[in-house]
């Protein structure tokens, strides 16, 4: 029998009655399936997490196209008040970007002095 010249194959079919002498094999099995359940509810969560940030990027990239609210619910299919509130989002990322801007200008073309006086 080829098994038998194989060393390894002979050692594995050895050990394997060992492997399967589990005192309860209904209670190995119903732990393994959970932590499988688990594991795909989690992938499953992260799928999702990673579809609506995806849907997020495009409504904002279509913001910055310049495309209107409806355009953009019939594009992603969400709701008015979602748009809404990435608008806002948006803008607020865009207002703070400028202002970091305009403090770097003031900063290096003002002198020291203006500066400080802008700080207080």
């Known amino acids: 029998m080829l098994a038998s010249e194989n060393e390894n194959i002979t050692r594995v079919y050895d050990s394997s009655p060992v492997i399967s002498e589990d005192e309860n094999p209904e209670m ?14 989690m992938m499953k ?10 849907e997020v990027e495009a409504a ?3 913001l910055e196209l310049g495309a209107d609210i409806e355009l953009i619910i019939k594009a992603i299919g969400f709701q008015e008040k979602e ?4 608008k806002k989002e948006y803008r607020i990322i865009l207002i703070s970007d400028f202002l970091v801007k305009i403090r770097r200008l003031l900063g290096n073309c003002l002198s020291k002095d ?6 207080s």
């Open 28 to 41: 190995s099995y119903e732990v393994r399936q959970v932590k499988i359940r688990k594991q795909l509810k």
């Open 45 to 54: 969560a992260a799928q999702k997490r990673g579809k609506i940030e995806g």
């Open 60 to 62: 904002r990239n279509l």
């Open 83 to 86: 748009i809404i509130g990435i």
């Open 114 to 119: 203006w500066v400080e006086k802008l700080k």
